[in-house]
């Protein structure tokens, strides 16, 4: 079974870059079988796909977010990493990891959220 942990700030100031690992357990991130994104949902919202990174670590942004996101991995840790620049408070949300398999996300995370504030 596999287990995804996000981590980072929960407060973020604004104009700042938001930084949130995911520690994947269970499973290798390497794994040709599996995509693994970035998901979040701001507060009264629905969810927003971010970006995704294949087990090659090919890359995809949604377009809304293209400009100022980046996904890496660190696959020594199994780990993957989002970083979210020039956040507003719009940027408020609860961001999700997931793992992907045919294009659906199938594993979770318990989210973390993070407040862009002064």
């Known amino acids: 079974q596999v287990q995804l942990q996000e981590s980072g700030p929960g407060l973020v100031k604004p104009s700042q870059t938001l930084s949130l690992t995911c520690t994947v357990s269970?499973?290798?991130?390497?794994?040709?079988?599996?995509?693994w994104n970035w998901i979040r949902q701001p507060p009264g919202k629905g969810l927003e796909w971010m970006g995704v990174i294949a087990s090659d670590g090919s890359t995809s942004y949604s377009p809304s977010f293209k400009s100022r996101t980046s996904i890496s991995r660190d696959t020594s840790k199994n780990q993957f990493s989002l970083q979210l620049r020039s956040v507003t408070p719009e940027d408020t949300a609860v961001y999700y990891c997931t793992k992907q398999s045919w294009r659906v996300p199938v594993d979770w995370g318990q989210g973390t959220q993070v407040t862009v504030s002064s």
């Open positions: 269970g499973g290798s991130i390497t794994d040709s079988n599996y995509a």
